[in-house]
């Protein structure tokens, strides 16, 4: 086997110099390759070495403080923050670091007192004034907010701070300039194309923001907010399983020790499944992520659980158009369940807020609100008026058919209703008595009368079943549909002998014969005439059956028992 040797054993080739050479290419990382790198995980691997090795000072320990909080474990960083403060001589910056700390896990009485001890030992810092500026916003201070926007300066970091509040409080055009404006000078910030397809987002153009977020994730394809965001559009623009595709490849690429945003992709996740998982996944997330509590008022109304909506919902000042859109769904649903005039109110209230505003007057959402703002106050025409502006968005959308056929055949425009009300695929609307009723008289007002009774065949005896029944009678009789206005009014009198359905079916019958002489109706229709008649053994019923006989002979109508 040494006769084959074909690498020497000294020299250029050989195993020892090769062993430099190796040396040379692996020699350990230095805590700045990984910070360059934002390998947070790596540097705090070797910052952790450090300390455990004896070789940690507070330098060491602020170091890992600092990747502890960019790789989203907050907690652990305000640890690190905490044992930092507790020593002599600590450094100002680590009272206002421990602060963002506090700030990002909604801790923010203590974040503004962290915050606040540094002013007595050093000069305000420009991120001491970003925090405390943001800080007034969550507190509502407005007139905290102004001195400390005052402050601000014309340089990157306060001009973000100024757009990531002109975001929170729904202003996202003047977000947008800010982003754009820095862009322009500063084409290596790729992090803010995330920021301003976030604004588009919001904005409702989900095709401009994945074009505007797509120049970010060529850069980095591994971004957990841009792939999130990137699955929201996907989830707009297409559906959930599109949606929760593009979250798959995020999660299938994490590590088990990543968990920044982890809490945000188990939130979405259930929006995309459709809310399955939110009794387990969303409750924890309730006041963590501000929709966590909106999309499980959600749940509960698709679920029917219109209380459980309201107690979680009641106590919620909106500051959204989202959350003022949701009140009065909530409150709308509440009112009508109940029947309180006082929860309609509300309800008309808030969608008339939103749809009156100037930034969402002419939105989507806008003019679905004043729509409802009118139908709550049953003015039908102007209902029409918004519905008809938004109504090609909506055109397989069961929800928005079911609102606008009603409207439709609340005007008298019954062919139309009727159309609408048959592109709906939902059973549950389907076999809702709004729906059922509605359908019911727009076949009537058709001269569809067969469908409406037939309508009332397929339902379950019920108290609903009886109140179609009464509106299948009256609506067949003013239209002059008298064969099943009969029909219905002889059930009807055998469910409840009222003399009023007596006299209803009496001159149900008597407009049966007086079509069937005009020719206007079947001859055949007068011997189911003369045997809903027959049921009455009174003498009035039994002279109007002689009178149809002795037609039916003169003419040669059999009627035959």
Not at 133 to 158: A, I
Not at 216 to 245: I, P, W
Not at 347 to 360: K, W
């Amino acid at each position: 086997m040494m006769l084959s040797r074909t690498k020497p054993a000294v020299g250029p080739g050989s195993s020892a110099t090769t062993a430099k050479v190796d040396k040379k290419k692996k020699q350990m990382p230095k805590l700045e390759d990984f910070l360059s790198d934002r390998d947070y995980t790596g540097a705090i691997t070797v910052l952790e070495f450090n300390r455990n090795s004896g070789k940690s000072n507070e330098e060491n320990d602020m170091w890992i403080a600092y990747c502890a909080f960019h790789l989203g474990d907050y907690k652990r960083a305000m640890e690190e923050y905490e044992r930092l403060t507790k020593r002599d001589g600590c450094h100002p910056d680590n009272w206002v670091n421990l602060g963002c700390c506090y700030f990002l896990l909604g801790m923010y009485d203590e974040s503004d007192k962290a915050t606040q001890k540094v002013e007595d030992k050093a000069p305000n810092s420009h991120l001491q004034n970003r925090l405390l500026f943001h800080l007034s916003h969550k507190f509502n201070d407005e007139k905290r907010l102004m001195g400390y926007h005052q402050n601000l300066q014309d340089v990157v970091e306060d001009q973000l701070s100024l757009a990531s509040i002109h975001y929170l409080r729904s202003h996202y055009q003047e977000a947008i300039d800010i982003y754009k404006r820095i862009l322009l000078d500063n084409r290596e910030y790729l992090a803010l194309n995330v920021y301003v397809a976030l604004c588009y987002y919001k904005l409702d153009y989900y095709d401009v923001s994945q074009e505007v977020l797509a120049v970010y994730l060529q850069q980095h394809t591994d971004s957990a907010v841009a792939l999130n965001l990137k699955a929201c559009n996907h989830f707009r623009l297409y559906n959930g399983k599109a949606a929760e595709a593009e979250l798959k490849s995020l999660q299938d690429m994490a590590s088990p020790s990543f968990i920044f945003a982890q809490d945000l992709v188990k939130h979405n996740l259930v929006v995309f499944r459709n809310g399955e998982g939110a009794l387990q996944i969303l409750p924890p997330l309730i006041d963590v992520i501000p929709e966590a509590r909106l999309n499980l008022v959600i749940y509960y109304l698709k679920q029917d659980d219109v209380n459980e909506a309201y107690n979680l919902i009641k106590d919620l000042e909106p500051t959204t158009p989202q959350e003022y859109i949701l009140k009065g769904v909530v409150n709308a649903s509440l009112g009508q369940e109940q029947g309180s005039r006082e929860h309609l109110k509300i309800a008309q209230q808030y969608f008339q807020l939103v749809g009156g505003s100037a930034s969402e007057c002419d939105t989507i959402p806008g003019r679905q609100c004043m729509a409802a703002c009118f139908f709550l106050l049953k003015q039908f025409e102007d209902v029409l008026i918004y519905f008809n502006s938004i109504k090609s968005y909506f055109y397989n959308d069961d929800t928005f058919n079911f609102n606008y056929a009603q409207a439709k055949s609340a005007v008298g425009n019954y062919k139309e209703g009727e159309e609408v009300f048959l592109l709906i695929q939902s059973e549950k609307i389907k076999s809702d008595y709004t729906y059922l009723s509605w359908l019911a008289r727009c076949y009537i007002m058709n001269r569809k009368a067969r469908l409406a009774w037939e309508l009332y065949l397929k339902m379950e005896t019920s108290g609903e079943s009886f109140s179609l029944l009464q509106l299948i009678a009256n609506d067949c009789y003013k239209m002059g549909q008298f064969y099943y206005a009969a029909k219905a009014f002889d059930v009807l009198e055998r469910l409840d002998p009222n003399p009023e359905y007596w006299e209803g079916k009496r001159g149900a019958c008597v407009g049966v014969f007086q079509l069937i002489i005009a020719g206007h109706e079947p001859r055949g229709n007068l011997k189911t005439t003369i045997a809903l008649l027959r049921n009455n053994e009174i003498d009035e019923s039994v002279r109007i059956v002689n009178l149809m006989k002795g037609w039916a002979r003169i003419h040669r109508v059999p009627i035959h028992f």
